[in-house]
Structure formats: structure tokens, C-alpha cells
């Protein structure tokens, strides 16, 4: 039975689409309301400081239960409910609140539904990548056209859109069927013998380095165009650009995954990551520098991502997937991206954006000395060979 394929892709398409009015622009509206750069930080690493626990948590239950798709529903409705409570509150400890309560719930879905997506498609999980970009066209749609509209409306209208989004994405998790269920093993491993293995704990350092270092980028790029004169609209573009070539990537990912390993896709991503925080750091002021930088983004986080998503789907067995993609999603984007936007916000101001950026390209630095000592070449898992 083939996998449902625009119903997989529906929701990525709408789950992106709400990042791509809320990653670029909602520091913009904290700016807004008042909150200086170290509460935005702080704002923003209580989003993804959830996602230490909180996948993590829905994973566990996710497996235990075999319910993906019903936990994926409720909690993609209950993000949704609670988010529209910004529509109505001002003050710091409310928006820190209401933060933690949304984030709790909105990290769920994705990396549930992300076994659940390779659940579908089992032997051919080389398509991933061809239902995954329709997330990028998502993201793309919103972040152009929310530029666009902020430049000659009031931004108060973002919490508006976003929770439109969010029901949309709700809704699209009821149109997902559920996948085939696959028998275990009678004596399957245990994850903790998974997750201290030498090479898995170096992949999630590696993964914890580069969501530290994508954690400026996503927190402030926006206010840094800003600050140096940058339009609503041609932000919106910058970011719109990135996402571009990352769907470039997906598009010719199954050929590249055919050729070459995971190992030398991640190394060669982590090279052009510590190229792209430096260009950003530096270069501001140049919008062509600002352009071949974002092109990056395919590398920086297209082919970082597409290498883990294989990383763990290779490396958990079927019973522990869901929380394979949990432990992922949890300690790169969560702990990771928790200290990065901590010390991007507390350091912002004090030793300006050239230092932050070129601590997030120290840091892919690290992760690619990491990533090559301890990822074994001659290792069969980091060799992807469709079947």
C-alpha cells in the first residue's frame, strides 16, 4: 500500500507555514510590546526550553500506547487553544507563561509525526525528503506573504494569523491515516543501550552545537536587518531564500543520498555553516554577501536535518522510533536552542552581533571536529543506499 502522500505532506506544508509567521517575526512583535533583547532571549528559550521535556514525554507515551496520531491531534489542538491567549495578554510573566504552556504542546506533533511519516513510508524512506519540502513551500508562502502585510499593517495582527495557522494544522492531523503497525521483536533493545553508544551520544553533541548556533539566527536575524535598515518586506525575502534552497536540496536529496554518506553530508554541511555565520556577522551591510549567505540555509539546516532523520530512523528500532525522533527534536532544538537564545539575548547587546555570530560559527566549528573524529566513515549506518 502506497503512503498517503498529500496528506502526509498537508500537514508539514501547515506546520511550516506557522513557523514561517512566527520564526521570522515574532521577536519582532516581543520588540513591540516593550521587551528588551535579554526577555526576548529569555522568551525564547522558554519556547524551545520545553523541548528538552516535552517530546521527550509524548514520545514515551506515544510508544508505550502505539497512539501517535491521537496524541499528534490533541496536542496540535490544545497549541492552537492556548496560543490565542497572546491575543489578550501584556505584561512579561504572562507572555512567559502562556509561552511555556503553548511550547509544551506544540512541540509534540512534529517529531511524532515524523516516525509516524516514515511509519508510512517503511522500505521507501528515501521519499521523506519529497514530502518534507512541502514544509519549505509552507514556510516560504507565509513568511513573504506576512512580510509583505506587516509593512503596511500593524504587527499586532501576527498572534491573529498565527493561530489561524496552528487550527489549520490541527485540522490537517485529522485527515492523517494511521500507519500499518510493525511487530517487535520478542527481545527488542533497550534504548538506554542505544543512546550511550559512542556515536550516538557525539551525533547529539553535534546536534546540540548546531541548533546552539542556529539559535542567533532564528532569535534576532530579524531585528539585526532591521537595525541596519532593512525592510519588512526584504526580510521576509532574505528568509524566503534560505528556505528556497532548501527545497532545492530535498528535491536532489535522494540522488545525493544515493552517492554519498551521511557522514559526508553532515561534515560538508558543518563547513558551510561556519562560512554562513561569519558572512552574517560580518557582511550585514552587504546585501549580496547577506544573499549567498542565505543560500547556505540548504546546507546549514536542509542537509543537517535530512542526515539525522535517517541518523535516528537507522539507529532506534521500531519500538523506540517515536522516541528516537523525541530524544532528536529534544536535545538539538531544545537544549541546544535554549542556550543559544539565553546567550544570544544576555550577549546581544553587551558584545554586539559580530561576536554572537561568530560564537555560533565556533560552535559548528566544534561540532565538525566532533562529528569527524567520532563518525565513523567505514561505520555501515552513515552510508544511506535506497533499497
Not at 532571549?41 to 497512539?67: C, E, M, Y
Not at 505584561?91 to 515524523?114: D, H, K, R, V
Not at 536542509?302 to 532506534?316: D, E, K, N, P, Q
Request: charged content about 10%.
Amino acid at each position: 500500500m502506497s503512503a498517503p502522500y498529500w496528506r502526509l505532506s498537508s500537514f508539514y506544508l501547515c506546520y511550516f507555514a506557522t513557523l514561517g509567521a512566527f520564526i521570522p517575526y515574532w521577536s519582532l512583535y516581543l520588540k513591540e510590546q516593550g521587551f528588551n533583547p535579554a526577555e526576548i532571549g529569555q522568551l525564547s528559550a522558554f519556547l524551545v526550553g520545553t523541548k528538552i521535556i516535552a517530546p521527550n514525554l509524548w514520545g514515551w507515551i506515544a510508544d508505550h500506547t502505539r497512539k501517535n496520531l491521537r496524541i499528534i491531534r490533541s496536542t496540535s489542538f490544545f497549541a492552537a487553544f492556548l496560543f490565542a491567549g497572546f491575543l489578550t495578554i501584556h505584561n512579561y510573566m504572562e507572555f512567559a507563561w502562556l509561552t511555556i504552556g503553548f511550547s509544551f504542546f506544540w512541540n509534540a506533533p512534529l517529531p511524532l509525526y515524523e516516525a509516524t511519516t516514515l511509519a508510512h513510508l517503511q522500505a521507501d524512506s528515501h521519499r521523506y525528503s519529497r514530502i518534507r519540502l512541502w514544509g519549505s513551500v509552507g514556510f516560504i508562502l507565509t513568511v513573504i506573504g506576512v512580510g509583505k502585510l506587516l509593512d503596511s499593517q500593524p504587527i499586532l495582527l501576527l498572534p491573529i494569523m498565527i493561530t489561524a495557522l496552528l487550527t489549520l494544522t490541527w485540522l490537517t492531523t485529522l485527515a492523517t491515516p494511521e500507519s500499518r503497525s510493525v511487530s517487535h521483536d520478542h527481545s527488542p533493545t533497550r534504548i538506554a543501550s542505544i543512546i550511550k553508544k559512542p556515536e550516538v551520544l557525539a551525533f547529539l553533541l553535534v546536534y546540540v552545537l548546531i541548533q546552539f548556533a542556529h539559535a542567533p539566527y532564528y532569535v534576532f536575524y530579524s531585528i539585526y536587518l532591521k537595525q541596519h535598515l532593512y525592510s519588512t518586506t526584504t526580510t521576509g525575502l532574505l528568509w524566503s531564500l534560505g528556505v528556497i534552497a532548501e527545497i532545492v536540496l530535498f528535491l536532489f536529496m535522494k540522488g545525493l543520498l544515493r552517492r554519498y554518506s551521511l557522514r559526508g553530508i553532515l561534515l560538508t554541511s558543518l563547513i558551510f555553516a561556519v562560512l554562513r555565520w561569519v558572512l552574517i556577522g560580518t557582511y550585514v551591510d552587504n546585501i549580496y554577501v547577506l544573499l549567498f549567505a542565505q543560500l547556505l540555509h540548504a546546507a546549514t539546516f536542509g542537509g543537517t536535518h535530512i542526515a539525522a532523520i535517517h541518523f535516528v530512523h537507522r539507529f532506534f528500532d521500531q519500538q523506540h522510533q517515536a522516541k528516537g525522533q523525541a530524544l532528536y527534536h529534544s536535545l538539538s532544538f531544545g537544549l541546544g536552542g535554549m542556550l543559544g537564545s539565553l546567550s544570544s539575548g544576555y550577549y546581544w547587546e553587551s558584545l554586539g552581533s559580530h561576536a554572537v555570530y561568530s560564537a555560533a560559527a565556533l560552535s559548528c566549528g566544534v561540532a565538525f571536529v566532533i562529528a569527524y573524529i567520532w563518525v565513523d566513515r567505514k561505520h555501515d549506518m552513515y552510508s544511506y543506499k535506497t533499497r
